[in-house]
């Protein structure tokens, strides 16, 4: 369908646009890490939408998405670590808070934001990746079918 392929193509830069949006400014508006990384895992997907399950396929490198996500769990440790070799407790703030109201002004919470939304993303696309390959069937048109020898 036309308009669903020029639907998906159109708001996916605007659906990840959003999700950076959303994970940036988590410290200061409802929202953060975990729900700008389903916006960003749904905007991946957006280009199932568009195209195809093999245009998917070529956008989302998945090894590196693993990866991406076992860094992203880790920083979010380190982050809680260093409050504790700067002596207080886990996840204890060790940033400066900046100036009220700006995206400086979390201390470590844009940080864990950053870490949880990258690492929510890439799990989701993940995940859906596994889903999607056991769902969708990619038969070639002109091999037969089974049973139709």
Do not use: W
Not at 40 to 59: C, G, Q
Request: hydrophobic residues 50%; negative net charge.
């Amino acid at each position: 369908m036309p308009t669903t392929r020029l639907f998906g193509t159109v708001l996916l830069p605007v659906a990840l646009i959003v999700g950076v949006y959303v994970v940036a400014h988590g410290q200061l508006s409802p929202g953060g890490g975990f729900q700008g990384g389903v916006v960003l895992a749904t905007a991946l997907h957006l280009a199932y939408v568009a195209a195809d399950h093999r245009a998917l396929k070529r956008l989302r490198p998945l090894t590196a998405l693993d990866v991406a996500d076992s860094l992203a769990a880790a920083s979010y440790s380190l982050v809680g670590l260093a409050g504790l070799v700067a002596g207080g407790a886990f996840l204890e703030n060790v940033l400066p808070l900046g100036t009220f109201n700006t995206l400086t002004s979390g201390g470590t919470v844009p940080v864990l934001n950053a870490a949880v939304g990258v690492e929510v993303a890439c799990g989701l696309i993940v995940l859906l990746a596994h889903f999607l390959s056991q769902a969708v069937e990619l038969t070639d048109p002109g091999r037969p079918e089974n049973g139709d020898n």
